[in-house]
C-alpha cells in the first residue's frame, strides 16, 4: 500500500506541474503568434487548469476503469467550490462578484450541474449525453470569447501586460517554450496513466471502490492548479480571477471532462456517486449561487465551505 501510495502522489504531483508547463507553453506561443490576449485566457488558461482532470478521464476510459472519471468530474467540482472558493474567500476576505458572473456565469454552471445529474441519472453517460455535453461547452466558450471581446479594457493594454509577465519579446519566442508543451503532453500521458494505475491497485488494496478515491484523492490532487491560481490571485486582490478561475474549471469539468470520456466510451455512475456525489455537487453548486446573488463571498462564507466539503469526506469515507 506504501509503495502504490508513493506512486499516487508523485503521479498527480507530476500531472499537475506538466499541465503547469504545457499550459505556460501553450499561452507563450499563443502571444507570441498574435492571438488576442482575451482568447488565450478564455481558452487556453481555461481548459488549461481543467487538463490534468481530462487526461486521467481519458485515460482511465482506455484503461477499462471507467467509473473513474464519474469520480473525477463530481469530486473536482465539489472541491472547486467547497475547497478551493472557501479558500479564496478566506484569503480573499471578501471575493467581490461581477456583473457577467452574476447574469450568465452562475447560471451556466447551474445548467452544467443539471447536465451531468439528468445524464448520469439511469447510471450511465452515453456517447449520445457525451456529444451533447460537449455541444453546451462549446455554447459556454463562444459565450466566453464575444463577453472577453466586449470588455471595456483596451486590448493592447492587456497584450502588453501578458508579454512583460511571460517575458514575450515581440517577433521573438523563448527557446524553450515548445520543449515545455512537448514535455509538458509526454509528462501529463505517462503522470496521467500511472495515476489511473495507482487509483486502481489502492483500491483493491483497500478494498474500497476506484471510484471514492478518485472523487476525494484524485479530486484533490487535479484541483491543486485551480487551489494556487485562485488563492495567488485572492491574496493579490485579483478577485475576479479567482472567482472566474473556480466558475471556468467547474463548468469544463462537467462540459469536457465528463463529455469526452463519454464519446469515446459509455461512462458509468457507481452508486457511491449516485447517492451521495452528485446531491453534494449539486447543493455546492446552489450554495455557489445563493451565496453570490449580493455580489460578494465573505470569509465566514468560505469557513462555511470548507466545513461542508469535510462533512463530505467524513460521510464519503463513514467516519461521521
Given at each position: 500500500?506504501?509503495?502504490?501510495?508513493?506512486?499516487?502522489?508523485?503521479?498527480?504531483?507530476?500531472?499537475?506541474?506538466?499541465?503547469?508547463?504545457?499550459?505556460?507553453?501553450?499561452?507563450?506561443?499563443?502571444?507570441?503568434?498574435?492571438?488576442?490576449?482575451?482568447?488565450?485566457?478564455?481558452?487556453?488558461?481555461?481548459?488549461?487548469?481543467?487538463?490534468?482532470?481530462?487526461?486521467?478521464?481519458?485515460?482511465a476510459?482506455?484503461?477499462?476503469?471507467?467509473?473513474i472519471v464519474?469520480?473525477?468530474?463530481?469530486?473536482?467540482?465539489?472541491?472547486?467550490?467547497?475547497?478551493?472558493?472557501?479558500?479564496?474567500?478566506?484569503?480573499?476576505?471578501t471575493?467581490?462578484v461581477?456583473?457577467?458572473?452574476?447574469?450568465?456565469?452562475?447560471?451556466t454552471?447551474?445548467?452544467?450541474?443539471?447536465?451531468?445529474?439528468?445524464?448520469?441519472?439511469?447510471?450511465?453517460?452515453?456517447?449520445?449525453?457525451?456529444?451533447?455535453?460537449?455541444?453546451?461547452?462549446?455554447?459556454?466558450?463562444?459565450?466566453?470569447?464575444?463577453i472577453?471581446?466586449?470588455?471595456?479594457?483596451i486590448h493592447?493594454?492587456?497584450?502588453?501586460?501578458?508579454?512583460?509577465?511571460?517575458?514575450?519579446?515581440?517577433?521573438?519566442?523563448?527557446?524553450?517554450?515548445?520543449p515545455?508543451?512537448?514535455?509538458?503532453?509526454?509528462?501529463?500521458?505517462?503522470?496521467?496513466?500511472?495515476?489511473?494505475?495507482?487509483?486502481i491497485?489502492?483500491?483493491?488494496?483497500?478494498?474500497?471502490?476506484t471510484?471514492?478515491?478518485?472523487?476525494?484523492?484524485?479530486?484533490?490532487?487535479?484541483?491543486?492548479?485551480?487551489?494556487?491560481v485562485?488563492?495567488?490571485a485572492?491574496?493579490?486582490?485579483?478577485?475576479?480571477?479567482?472567482?472566474?478561475?473556480?466558475?471556468?474549471?467547474?463548468?469544463?469539468?462537467?462540459?469536457i471532462?465528463?463529455g469526452?470520456?463519454?464519446v469515446?466510451?459509455?461512462?458509468?455512475?457507481?452508486?457511491?456517486?449516485?447517492?451521495?456525489?452528485?446531491?453534494?455537487?449539486?447543493?455546492?453548486?446552489?450554495?455557489?449561487?445563493?451565496?453570490?446573488?449580493?455580489?460578494?463571498?465573505?470569509?465566514?462564507?468560505?469557513?462555511?465551505?470548507?466545513?461542508?466539503?469535510?462533512?463530505?469526506?467524513?460521510k464519503?469515507?463513514?467516519?461521521?
Open positions: 500500500m506504501l509503495l502504490w501510495g508513493a506512486v499516487f502522489v508523485v503521479a498527480v504531483a507530476f500531472l499537475v506541474m506538466s499541465a503547469g508547463w504545457f499550459t505556460e507553453g501553450a499561452e507563450e506561443l499563443g502571444i507570441h503568434l498574435g492571438v488576442p490576449s482575451y482568447l488565450v485566457g478564455v481558452t487556453i488558461v481555461a481548459i488549461g487548469t481543467s487538463l490534468p482532470e481530462l487526461v486521467s478521464s481519458v485515460i476510459v482506455l484503461r477499462g476503469s471507467p467509473e464519474m469520480g473525477n468530474v463530481v469530486g473536482s467540482n465539489i472541491a472547486n467550490i467547497f475547497l478551493v472558493l472557501g479558500f479564496a474567500a478566506i484569503i480573499g476576505r471575493l467581490t461581477t456583473y457577467e458572473i452574476i447574469h450568465v456565469d452562475l447560471p454552471l447551474v445548467a452544467s450541474a443539471f447536465f451531468v445529474a439528468v445524464a448520469a441519472w439511469d447510471g450511465i453517460v452515453s456517447r449520445g449525453e457525451g456529444v451533447i455535453l460537449i455541444a453546451g461547452a462549446v455554447v459556454y466558450m463562444a459565450y466566453a470569447v464575444n472577453a471581446k466586449q470588455r471595456g479594457r493592447e493594454d492587456i497584450d502588453e501586460s501578458l508579454r512583460k509577465e511571460l517575458k514575450i519579446e515581440k517577433g521573438e519566442l523563448d527557446p524553450w517554450t515548445w515545455r508543451i512537448a514535455g509538458g503532453a509526454v509528462v501529463i500521458f505517462f503522470a496521467a496513466n500511472y495515476t489511473v494505475e495507482s487509483v491497485e489502492l483500491s483493491k488494496i483497500l478494498k474500497i471502490g471510484e471514492v478515491i478518485a472523487v476525494s484523492a484524485v479530486a484533490i490532487g487535479t484541483s491543486l492548479p485551480e487551489l494556487a485562485s488563492s495567488v485572492a491574496k493579490r486582490g485579483n478577485l475576479e480571477v479567482a472567482m472566474g478561475n473556480v466558475l471556468g474549471s467547474t463548468i469544463f469539468n462537467s462540459f471532462v465528463l469526452i470520456p463519454a469515446i466510451a459509455d461512462v458509468p455512475a457507481p452508486p457511491a456517486i449516485l447517492t451521495l456525489g452528485l446531491p453534494v455537487m449539486i447543493i455546492a453548486t446552489l450554495l455557489y449561487f445563493f451565496m453570490a446573488q449580493d455580489r460578494e463571498i465573505t470569509r465566514w462564507e468560505g469557513w462555511l465551505l470548507v466545513l461542508f466539503y469535510v462533512l463530505f469526506l467524513g464519503l469515507f463513514e467516519l461521521i
